[in-house]
């Protein structure tokens, strides 16, 4: 139902009332997020360490880390190149990191300056024992987490060796040895070995727990030093400091990696730069955090689960990290003069449209805030090689009084897009499990994949979307949410990248390879679903102005999550995450839609649920009043500065408001809605649907989708034929997918039923 604000929030009153919140409140809820001390005027330092290079199994994403942090740094924060240091793979030593810790950092900052250090590498455990008598004595054994440092004890072959590596103890006497309060410690690295470098598709960061007589002595004379010389104002109590730490998992998980098209990096620390770039200036660095470890654990499941630790624990947002903007998708980071062609940093881009972003693609300069320069310039797309792309000047305003002369004053200025270009066909990527498959396996089902239309086998360092395996005990045991019974071990199923298993995907037992794989291929598509819909999340480049809630009005009044686009003006908030929310099964749910423009919106509502249906909000169902039924292009409209709750409030009583909502049923797991918002009708998606919906349950307002796939694609279509009048203007002729940001806006949503 379509109502005026004034109107929904009179008949809304009850709800308000059991959430505690005023009207303001509810309309500002991000508000009390956005609440960040004035910019600070200090100096802003950071210590990147990355090390791929180790001597036994090496990693290979950790210096892309490092370059995500310092783009991110330079271009979205402020930071000055000189002011950061890096030290990688030979040059991150225990005694080099230390020493430029003290050189580079304590000796430089000042009680108003902003020091980052941060570490991409394998953790571990350390078990120190002194004499023989002493190591039968379990009170006598000292086990310390430690970070591995390039030249760390790194075999058995040392063993008897002190062990070289930078304690996780001796860190946190370097941070709180600093005489600012402004301080973040980012460490993407575990220190729990599983019994495995692998989980799934993921390589994990950790080297197996070590044993020693002795740490090494240079490495206990910092400590000492550190002691003696601590900032007395902080004390040297507990293993916290004044400022935050960021872990890329609790103590017990572990922390991983994984590889994507041209380039690897660490789950945790993709995740959270991703988030960084799209914040603005109102958005809580919590709440980037708690958007980052949502992704981590939509990949890894509940094996890896980041952590934001505030020392005290009390005071939340120390305000210190400040955006030099709204959202952006990157930056220009170099110009070619005589090529009129610009290098890009597209570190904010999500990895799913990244990996389908196509030659063409425009992207515009964002407009600096506190700045009249009226500097602005339109890029295209040549070429991309993993995170960095080509891209020619296409356009380029200078205002005649800004002194700017050249090409080359576009240098540092961020990016976001303006016309999304998506490759087609959109492939699903599936790798074959070397280690849990034989080669003839792999053969076998190589050949039927070749036989699924849009469905191909890739090695694991390409990027994969799924995994082809045997269940195996790991994976039994590794399903806490949803445990496989043993008697599966041996079959065939579809994993995730982070070796979660994809509901519904085991088969029977004694079939071979390539039958599994043809049993397989009505759920390749509907796996295919939802990366289309994926490809299309734009939060954070949208020009609509629109945001959405989702609320449970039983078994208690709550709202649960929110999300915005962060360029369409909503209210001038940014989106609002609360992470991965548990929804139990039953909650009686509801969506409500703000088009806060000047032009009526229409909208699609598509749910991925937990057994790997694909649901929609029944078309059938309309809420104007004394006519029930509309066809979907009317009934599913919102006209400007209005809302519409979904499902809708049917003939216009509010008396019972659980009447305007649905139940959610189904196996315990991540179910996925996508809310998607269009300047003009959904027409073809409405024609796709055409005899291609079944009830799902009684007096439900949602549908199951009989065909997924068909109108997924049909929902491109519409989003590209809306597109076409800025598509022609800017000059663009492509078979791909050509969107058009000012048109369209999809919002994602996560949640983990319960």
Known sequence: MVIKRREFLERSGWLLAALGISETGFWQLSDRYSQVLAQPTGRKLALLVGINDYAEKPLKGCLTDVELQRQLLIYKYGFKPADILTLANKEATRENIENAFVNHISSQAGPEDVVVFHFSGKGSSITTFGSQEESESAEKLKVQKSLVTIDGVLSTEQEGKAANDLLQET????????????????????????????????????????????????????????????????????????????????????????????FSCGLFTYALT???????????????????????????????????????????????????????????????????????????????????????????????????????????????????????????????????????????????????????????????????????????????????????????????????????????????????????????????????????????????????????????KSLQVGKILRSSQNESSSKLPVKATLATLTPESKVLMQRASTTGGANGSSSVSLGLVDIPSGSRIQFRLHNDGDKELYFLLLVLDTAGRTLILDPSISSASNNPVQPLFQGQLIPPSQTATVPPIIGGSFKDPTQSAWTTNGKEGLAETYVIFCSRPFSKTIAALEGELREIRDNQPIKELLNPFKVAQAVLQDLQDASKPGVEKAGISTDAWALDTKVWATLRFVYRLV
Do not use: C
């Open 274 to 524: 991703q988030s960084l770039w799209s914040a603005t200036p109102n958005t809580k660095l919590q709440v980037s955090f708690e958007g980052a470890a949502s992704f981590v654990e939509e990949i890894s499941g509940l094996y890896q689960q980041p952590q934001l630790k505030k020392s005290p624990p009390e005071s939340l947002e120390p305000g210190f990290l400040f955006p030099r903007a709204s959202s952006a998708a990157g930056a220009i980071v170099s110009v070619e003069e005589s090529s009129k062609t610009a290098t890009l940093w597209l570190g904010g881009v999500p990895q799913e449209v990244l990996e389908l972003l196509g030659t063409n693609s425009l992207f515009t300069t964002v407009p600096q805030p506190n700045s009249d320069s009226g500097l602005s310039a339109t890029l295209k797309i040549k070429s991309r090689n993993g995170l960095t792309a080509k891209a020619t000047i296409a356009e380029m305003s200078v205002p005649a009084n800004t002194g700017a002369t050249s090409y080359q004053s576009l240098v540092g200025q961020l990016v976001r897009e303006e016309i999304r270009i998506l490759s087609r066909p959109i492939n699903l990527k599936i790798a074959l499990d070397e280690e849990g498959l034989s080669r003839i396996e792999r053969v076998d089902a190589t050949s039927g994949f070749s036989a699924i239309p849009q469905v191909s086998v890739v090695s694991g360092d390409r990027g994969a979307d799924y995994v082809f395996s045997r269940v195996r005990e790991r994976a039994i045991a590794q399903s806490p949410t949803a445990p496989l019974p043993s008697v599966y071990q041996g079959r065939y199923a579809l994993f995730s990248v982070g070796e979660n298993l994809i509901p519904n995907s085991v088969g029977d037992g004694g079939e071979v390879a390539k039958v599994a794989v043809q049993r397989l291929t009505p759920q390749m």
């Open 171 to 262: 860190l946190w006497l370097l941070m709180r040895s600093l005489p600012t309060e402004k301080a973040i410690a980012i460490v993407d690295a575990s220190y729990n070995y599983p019994g495995t470098d692998r989980q799934g598709n993921l390589r994990i960061r950790v080297r197996p727990a070590q044993a020693t007589k002795q740490i090494d002595i240079k490495e206990l004379a910092m400590q000492s030093r550190l002691r003696s010389g601590s900032n007395p104002a902080f004390g040297l109590h507990g293993a916290g400091f004044p400022g935050l730490v960021l872990a890329a998992s609790k103590d017990n998980q572990f922390a991983s990696e994984r590889d994507s098209e041209g």
